[in-house]
């Protein structure tokens, strides 16, 4: 087979790090990395100076009611970030009815202009083993619980989280969990008031860091894999650390987010309701903390936690605002500013592929993965949040920042991602 495509001249991550290669592709697949200037194909890309990357994998991304964006509008937005595929966290409706529900995310998933893989939230009106047999019929094997948010009846006790974490374990499937200490939280709120003060001290560090490590056990009693998202604080961070030292059967995967990298406590609260979220902002030494253990690995994947709410929908009091800020968008360039293409490459990409089980297919430059690429032009700077969110969204809190970096193509499956939408974005079932 002649290949259809080759992109002649960039650099692309190769352990830790950049190498000169010709990354070629044939029926949207990757053929071949090849010695530069080497290998031909019917359409060629002179990418002469600029870094090839995999395709961002945003593994954190909310979408649908009760945000103000369903799927289609997320997924044009992160498809103009770079994001080839995207990880939402779904509600599943109707939720006494696993069977019609699976088969509904299932199409909902599909017909977007990114990839699809789905994380099943799971509920309280249908059996644990329904939701989880139904779910894995259709290729969804990530499940999320909550251990906070009692007030909005999200919150789970360690028992139910235990009962949840055999069942996804015997599927040979993954439990994500929201660490914080509900409980504590709950009684902290009735003292702290309902200010910005008030909210950031009813979240103190110790309140995830104890929740971090109700996760870890419940994980070592179940074999489960266990995900810890949006990790905010250094304390969460080394309770994970030392977790993590013990053997257990189950794999201990952790994730933070731009924001806890970024923004912080000064920044929620000069902007108020439009940085409300949970876990909340935190300081500069808990941000050196995470910045510092995603070089090292400690923390494997960064995601978005994309939560879109409009202006309206955040422009009441503080304390009845919605949960959850944009930011599907702008992942990647703001990663790739701050830690360069290796760390990218790494974090919103192959560990995230990983951990939705896509990691021979996404997240990697290699003869066989989906040939997902973004090219990026690094002497090029870009301000965030110059083109309009394709839905309600607001811009987002990292909108006019400066990165360096221009995003100069993005290709789903060999294709390039025109600013028209294509919707060939595909459900991607994991067995």
Known sequence: MEPDLVLRGGSVPTGERMDAADVVVADGRIVGVEPPGTAEARTEHDVDGAWVLPGGVDAHVHAGAPFCDDLREVATDAA??????LGVYAYPIPADDPRAAAARLDDWASGN???????????????????????TEVGIASFKVFMSYRSRGLMWTDGEILDAMFAIAEAGGLCSVHAEAGELIHA????????????????????ESTAVARVLALGQLSGCDVLVPHLSSREALETFRKGSRSPAPGRRWLETCPQYLFLGEDDVRAAGAALKCGPPLRTSEDR?????????????????????????????????????????????????????????????????????????RKGVIAPGADADLVVVDPELWTVLGEHAPAGRATRGPFAGR?????????????????????????????R
């Open 188 to 207: 902290l709120e009735a003292r702290a008031g309902t200010d910005v003060d008030g909210f950031l001290a009813a979240r103190p560090p110790c309140t």
């Open 288 to 360: 050196a903390a995470l910045g510092a253990a995603l070089e090292d690995g400690t923390v494997d994947v960064v995601g978005s936690d994309h939560a879109p709410y409009s202006e309206q929908d955040k422009a009441g009091s503080f304390a009845e605002a919605p949960f959850g800020l944009p930011g599907a968008a702008t992942l990647l360039p703001l990663v790739l500013d701050a830690f360069g293409p290796v760390v990218t490459a790494r974090a919103c990409g192959a560990a995230p592929a990983q951990l939705l089980g896509l990691g021979r």
């Open 113 to 135: 202009d990114v990839d699809v893989a789905i994380h099943w939230r799971l509920q309280r009106e249908s059996p644990l083993a329904d939701q989880v047999r139904a779910a």
């Open 402 to 430: 400066r990165v360096k970096g221009s995003i100069a193509a993005v290709f789903l499956r060999g294709r390039e991602v025109g600013p028209a939408p294509d919707r060939r974005g595909t459900h991607l079932r994991r």
């Open 80 to 85: 103009r970030g770079g994001v080839t595929t």
